[in-house]
């Protein structure tokens, strides 16, 4: 089952969805330690699956991480290049989307604190390398709608941008890759209440800077 | 729900899961009974409602379509490099490493501070000067000596005078 299909099932507000998804989940986290184990024994196809199920998950959340396009496929090739050098090594010992987002969090947030990030970031007026304007993706949207849509997007990026690099991570994970406080506090290697700390804040913050937009 | 969970002390968490839609069903029914009496809580509420709504709306780009050919690309050029380069390039935590080479570094610092001193070289040997008539006179006290040793085993050897 793709990744994708499983946030779209526990974006639900349905209870009864949520008892299902987190058996999905445990076969998820068996399956994925399973192909891990395959790519280990050398089986090439495996690892393309796991490249299927996880691509979309990664290369968003660096995304939103980094707030650019270029930068997040970069680096989330980096991340699977990483998985795929580990390969020999691998130990199902934890939850293999924690060992990937630790992955991806870490690339992301040195990327961050190297201040890479400063003239780099995705804006609606950049022009493409080869000289064209940037194409929006059609969401069937008037232009006029579009305007307000990238207005508030812009607002809500700058919202994100102004967190601690930490509590950036921390909502990322908690809000888009509906992890719960053990699993984050696994990516950021820190204790359960320090997640819960950092997303208080985080939230916080964004209440703050986004309570306009109600 | 008995009091204000803001003056209890676990609002904050209990906002966040009220509106991340993972409070247990019936955790969700006391907290909505509460906030219909409780301002604080439905403005509190309303507002990371609002936080949540406003996320939702940031829709990611679109992802390249060769990003698998890339990948798989970079994939196989670590595959044909060089032994040394992919072994450069092996996830190696250089952070255990860290100790361990200060800890030879002291190690070879210490070695190096008390061996021992080298052994100066020796110094060429003065040889005193000696002055001729020194010379002279060291000759002459030897032939008085021997002069001396002469007589008197001559005296121990007489037979008369024993």
């Avoid at chain 1, 934890?94 to 947030?109: D, Q, S, V, Y």
């Avoid at chain 1, 400063?118 to 993706?137: F, N, V």
């Avoid at chain 1, 359960?192 to 306009?212: G, N, P």
Wanted: hydrophobic share 40%.
């Amino acid at each position: 089952m793709h990744p994708e299909s499983i946030d779209s099932q526990a974006a639900q507000p349905s209870w009864n969805g949520r008892v299902k998804d987190n058996r999905v989940a445990h076969a998820a986290l068996e399956r994925d330690a399973e192909l891990m184990l395959r790519v280990r024994e050398g089986d090439q196809a495996s690892f393309g699956l796991l490249l299927e199920l996880h691509r979309v998950s990664v290369i968003h959340f660096i995304y939103r991480m980094v707030q650019n396009q270029a930068v997040a496929e970069e680096l989330a090739q980096e991340v699977f290049l990483r998985v795929y050098r580990s390969r020999g090594t691998y130990e199902p010992t934890a939850k293999f989307t924690t060992w990937l987002f630790r992955i991806a969090t870490h690339l992301g947030l040195n990327w961050i604190r190297d201040g890479r990030n400063e003239k780099l970031q995705d804006s609606l007026d950049q022009e493409t390398s080869d000289g064209a304007t940037r194409q929006l993706p059609d969401r069937g949207r008037t232009v006029e709608q579009e305007l307000v849509y990238q207005a508030k997007l812009r607002e809500i990026r700058q919202a994100i941008e102004s967190l601690p690099s930490k509590q950036r991570a921390a909502v990322m994970m908690h809000k888009y890759e509906e992890m719960e406080y053990t699993q984050i506090a696994n990516v950021l290697t820190c204790s359960e209440s320090a997640v819960k700390s950092l997303l208080f804040r985080a939230y916080e913050s964004l209440r703050t800077r986004l309570a306009h937009m109600a | 729900m008995e009091g204000c969970p803001l003056e209890k002390g676990n609002g904050a968490e209990l906002v966040l899961s009220y509106g991340a839609r993972t409070l247990a069903p019936d955790q969700a029914a006391a907290f909505e009974r509460h906030m219909s009496s409780c301002a604080a809580c439905r403005e509190l509420a309303a507002a990371q409602q609002d936080v949540w709504s406003a996320l939702d709306a940031w829709t990611p780009e679109p992802i390249s379509p060769n990003f698998d050919e890339k990948l798989y690309q970079r994939i196989l050029q670590e595959e044909q490099s060089p032994w040394w380069q992919r072994l450069f390039r092996a996830n190696w935590s250089l952070r255990p490493a860290m100790p361990v080479a200060a800890a030879c570094g002291v190690l070879i610092a210490a070695f190096l501070l008390r061996s021992p001193q080298p052994i100066p070289a020796p110094q060429s040997f003065s040889q005193p000067k000696v002055g001729i008539e020194q010379v002279e006179r060291a000759l002459d006290d030897i032939d008085m000596l021997r002069q001396i040793g002469v007589e008197s085993s001559s005296q121990a050897h007489s037979p008369e005078k024993i």
